[in-house]
């Protein structure tokens, strides 16, 4: 089992992520006055995101990755504002020479890619980035996905996630291929580029992916990335507890936000793991203002612009049925990719009876995640709340609408944040691992790590 170098415990501190969208989050933000003027992807408002984002010493950058798109046009198609956007590592890599703090995530999914091609892209950013990479991990399988890459048959819910697991261990050998060192001494004189016991050359053969080789590129210089994983299934929370090194989750009240919280971190323990080794950062949807009937009113205005004429539920379209009536009862038909939140949905229309509308207007609008709605006090109290009764490490702020949405967070929330004294004023470490607060992995093929009293297992 692989063991981890141990970083200098340090006093708790919140963590702020920023996950953005073309828009912002909400279902209404792209018809908001203050959103971008069209759909196409723009380097500079990214860019001036990111920015944003590290001046108030955020300490990621989260970038989704939404693959694919089905092929059915219809006239309903048209009407939502779809969030266009760079491939991940092309955008990120043009961010790394605009930031310098800041962790930079990109979102690979494991079916559609190899480990050889992931590991080589992360690795390239780690050092375009001097040590700010890290991999959001996920293994969706929607028909729509499946069908642009020529698949028909999807892959059942344990079976990705085995092949995530999977797919993680060999890019882990592929970075641990070299030593850290292999390339800083070139001996000229003697003509030796590198020492050859430095290199560790891979026979993999799994039971869904092999390599045979080395990787191409020198070992990251965090390691590895920092491995980010999104999921609230009892499948993925049993593969954040033995990869995951933060996890990206939705809840809605406190009381289920602990539940979670303390049932992934219980199970580290059997994979070797320290609690403090994975960062849980639920979604947070946040309108703030100066006082807390302006904020619910700037939120009103977004909820009068939602649009409820196309509701699907579960793979249902719900066109036909009164949308203030209640949700009828349907069976799951999505398969077994979004069925938490299908699930989530369904508890929260049935226990608060909600009309359709109502249900939208409630959950879709923030895609499940909490809502702050208020002042700055009103705001930062829940954030307190959360983190110091372990509700959240910290959280993943999904601005509902852009760029006002997120520039007030960062103008007002932030340094209320910091005057509590429970989010930092500066960056602390190097690297995106050390801003975390994580341990950075040995290489267990090295022979220097071998002959050390730390030896890995």
Not at 153 to 174: I, Q
Not at 234 to 261: H, K, N, P, W
Not at 273 to 301: N, Y
Not at 306 to 330: E, I, K, Q, W
């Amino acid at each position: 089992m692989l063991r981890y170098a141990t970083v200098t415990t340090q006093k708790r501190q919140l963590i702020l992520n920023v996950f953005l969208q073309r828009f912002g989050h909400h279902l209404a933000a792209w018809r908001h006055p203050s959103s971008a003027d069209n759909g196409r992807p723009s380097l500079d408002w990214w860019v001036r995101g990111a920015q944003l984002a590290e001046a108030a010493k955020f300490h990621t950058f989260f970038l989704a990755d939404f693959i694919g798109r089905s092929g059915e046009i219809t006239a309903d198609t048209g009407r939502s504002g779809i969030s266009y956007q760079f491939e991940p590592f092309t955008l990120l890599s043009a961010i790394a020479m605009k930031t310098k703090h800041i962790g930079l995530v990109a979102t690979v999914n494991t079916n559609y890619d190899h480990p050889y091609h992931v590991a080589r892209k992360f690795t390239s950013l780690d050092h375009l980035s001097n040590g700010r990479a890290g991999w959001n991990i996920v293994s969706s399988f929607s028909p729509h996905t499946a069908l642009n890459f020529g698949l028909d048959e999807p892959r059942a819910h344990e079976d990705r996630y085995e092949r995530a697991a999977e797919f993680v261990e060999l890019s882990k050998r592929l970075w641990d291929s070299w030593d850290d060192d292999a390339f800083d001494h070139p001996d000229r004189a003697a003509g030796q580029f590198y020492d050859p016991a430095s290199a560790h050359p891979l026979q993999f053969k799994g039971e869904y992916l092999g390599s045979d080789g080395l990787l191409d590129f020198p070992r990251p210089i965090q390691g590895y990335p920092v491995l980010v994983q999104a999921g609230n299934s009892d499948t993925g929370r049993e593969f954040a507890a033995r990869i995951a090194e933060m996890s990206y989750c939705s809840a809605q009240s406190l009381e289920v936000a602990q539940a979670f919280y303390k049932d992934v971190k219980s199970r580290m323990a059997k994979y070797g793991r320290a609690e403090d080794q994975l960062k849980i950062t639920p979604g947070l949807s946040v309108v703030v203002a100066e006082t807390d009937q302006e904020a619910q009113d700037k939120f009103g205005e977004l909820q009068d612009l939602v649009d409820v004429s196309n509701v699907h539920f579960g793979g249902f379209d719900l066109s036909a049925y009164d949308v203030d009536g209640p949700l009828p009862d349907l069976p799951y038909q999505s398969g077994e990719n979004g069925r938490g939140r299908f699930q989530q949905q369904l508890e929260l229309a049935r226990r608060e009876n909600l009309s359709i509308r109502q249900l939208v207007l409630r959950f879709r609008v923030a895609r499940g995640h909490l809502q702050a709605i208020g002042s700055v006090k009103t705001v930062a109290d829940t954030i307190e709340q959360w983190f110091v009764e372990r509700g959240a490490d910290g959280f993943n702020v999904v601005p509902p609408y852009l760029p006002q949405g997120f520039e007030d967070f960062t103008r007002l929330v932030v340094p209320e944040l910091q005057r509590r004294g429970i989010f930092r004023t500066e960056y602390e470490g190097g690297t995106f691992r050390e801003s975390l607060g994580l341990d950075r992995p040995e290489n267990p093929y090295s022979q220097r790590h071998n002959t050390q009293k730390h030896r890995v297992a």
